[in-house]
């Protein structure tokens, strides 16, 4: 097998390169199996190889001119942006160079580039943006968030699978427990759309559906895969954000209210600091973009070195366990079995 | 106009009847322009009327024999247990002699109720459910959380429009603004249900409309009125609950980590449960079930007395501010301009 390549978009994100290149130098250290692409400023880029001592050997650069911000409209951006470091980045993809790109960039041109220049694998017909959420035991990923609403049954059951295959290879889940975002435990409740899902994925022999989950259930982590619509996994995930923004905002407010508090809060703090670790993006890596022919990581625009390295890891365990053959080999074999049928 | 006159369904709730007399003592202390009729055992209802000093002459007692649990079938429960106390409460809002009724039981079946019961108002297409959610600022109208799924658009108007009706008469909220929830805030964005509801909301000239709202926002308080379809709405306050309790549960383990955080937690817990105070369900009252010709306040199933009386104060307010009666005109409204553009 050549040696692994993951391309890193440096511009896009809030932070500017010097994050994404830290945290390169950073993953750079810690494995020593692969190879990195930076698209960005390449003067900038190379002085901050040259400023955290990264193992040139290892990156090669490439410049672009153009940068797709979050105000540019994404299927328009994407087709007229073409020396954009998100496009040039995503060209790396499809033409092979490298096998995944990491992109902190706006959420829709990410998506629309994955599936206009990188291109969905064979059999699939939608491509689920994928986040992993923090529950009370593990994380669990949610499957579908992206913007492309409105899917059918049998792109859900598609969701169901690749959510699986990546939970069992990349997090190591071993045999996921599939669920489907449900306003009721019971397989009758439902809207259209998850009534006629559900009976296509009780027929699945290759996940563990264990049936319907209320969202009040999710932080408990009853699943590990969440299958839903984007419309509602969108507005769940961006809910998550919101409300656990509030919670954190108010303990804060609680902690400065008067003096007695603020001595409370000394007394807290470290230990706080600690378990609420596990709610922040950073050690989570990115949203990967599943059932492209590459595969795509969306990082949050904030990103800083920490979020770059994991998800350059999560990248990594992507292409070792040829996520994108498994994720293909699933569909092939359900294209297969159909026909038979037939 | 004769003097109002609220139900409460007794049975149903998971505390029994007790916090039901509880907190009717303690209402009918605090008014004195309605009375209360009580559906349930009347042996023991009589015995906590006396315990609790009611004013009797203020109370009747309906007995019934029955009762719909969280394991009844709705619709099947509503048609079958003719002497349950949630069909007894609710014929006393059909027949007339009440115009509200209160309940703690099973969710479905008060749904199902209201409806084959009391009935929809005029013009009224469907009857969402629409519980208050606390935000940053102030509390927010989720509608539609119900189980009645897949509206269309046009019904996602009437929602604007009750909601409206609704926080500004009951909640005081002067001319509230509305707002749609989607993925997006421009309005191109959205599944199919909302881009063709969005024009719609735009044309309504009796609310305040200000476009999509995401889900990220709602905690930040940037709408008073959110509109969405009851499959979206049900699981964002499913997720509420469920985010919530796990955020709570955090900061629990965290005071009890250890010597230093116990000291911690006790120089913070007063000040701490002054300001999550008002993320408890319990003075919010319930979540009205809207376009009946009646109200029926749907509470939560461990409700104690002070959640009753809220209700109690809620269901007067909507009685004295004649709300059934400004939605049914507002429809009544439409219905004429539209017949007058034909």
Redesign the interface.
């Known amino acids: 097998m050549e040696k692994m390549k993951i391309t890193i978009d440096t511009l896009g994100g809030d932070n500017g390169s010097e994050p994404m290149v830290l945290g390169v130098s950073e993953a750079l250290r810690a494995y020593d199996d692969f190879d990195i692409v930076l698209v960005g400023k390449e003067k900038e880029l190379n002085s901050l190889i040259e400023k955290y001592n990264c193992d040139k050997e290892r990156i090669s650069v490439i410049n672009s001119t153009e940068v797709i911000t979050c105000h540019d409209a994404p299927v328009d951006a994407i087709r007229r942006k073409k020396d954009s470091s998100l496009v040039l980045a995503l060209n790396t993809v499809k033409d092979g160079t490298s096998q995944c790109c990491i992109s902190a960039g706006n959420s829709g041109a990410i998506l629309a580039g994955g599936q206009f220049i990188v291109g969905r694998a064979k059999g699939v017909r939608r491509t689920p943006l994928a986040p992993l959420i923090p529950?009370?035991k593990n994380d669990a990923l949610l499957i579908d968030c992206g913007?492309n609403?409105?899917a059918k049954p049998d792109v859900l059951v598609q969701f169901a699978k690749m959510g699986s295959i990546y939970m069992e290879s990349i997090v190591g889940v071993k045999n996921p427990r599939v669920a489907i975002?449900n306003?009721?435990a019971e397989d009758e409740?439902?809207?259209?759309l998850?009534k006629e899902t559900i009976p296509l994925l009780r027929e699945c022999k290759d996940i563990n559906f264990i049936g319907s989950i209320?969202?009040?259930?999710?932080?408990?982590g009853k699943a590990d895969v969440l299958v839903c619509e984007?419309?509602?996994g969108?507005?769940?995930?961006?809910?998550?954000?919101?409300?656990?923004?509030?919670?954190?905002?108010?303990?804060k407010?609680?902690?400065m209210?008067?003096f007695?508090?603020k001595?409370?809060?000394?007394?807290?703090k470290k230990?706080?600091k600690q378990?609420?670790q596990r709610?922040a993006a950073n050690d989570k890596g990115g949203a990967p973009l599943l059932g492209l022919k590459g595969l795509v990581v969306k990082i949050h625009g904030n990103s800083k070195n920490t979020e770059v390295k994991t998800a350059i890891f999560q990248c990594r365990n992507f292409i070792k366990n040829d996520v994108s053959g498994k994720i293909v080999a699933a569909f092939e074999d359900g294209e297969k079995a159909k026909k038979a049928e037939e």
Do not use: Y
């Open positions: 529950t009370k913007a609403v409105d975002i306003i009721g409740k439902g809207n259209a998850v209320e969202a009040r259930d999710i932080p408990e984007a419309f509602t969108n507005c769940l995930l961006k809910f998550f954000e919101g409300v656990g923004s509030m919670f954190l905002g108010e303990i407010s609680t902690l209210t008067n007695k508090t001595i409370g809060a000394l007394l807290i230990t706080m378990r609420f709610f």
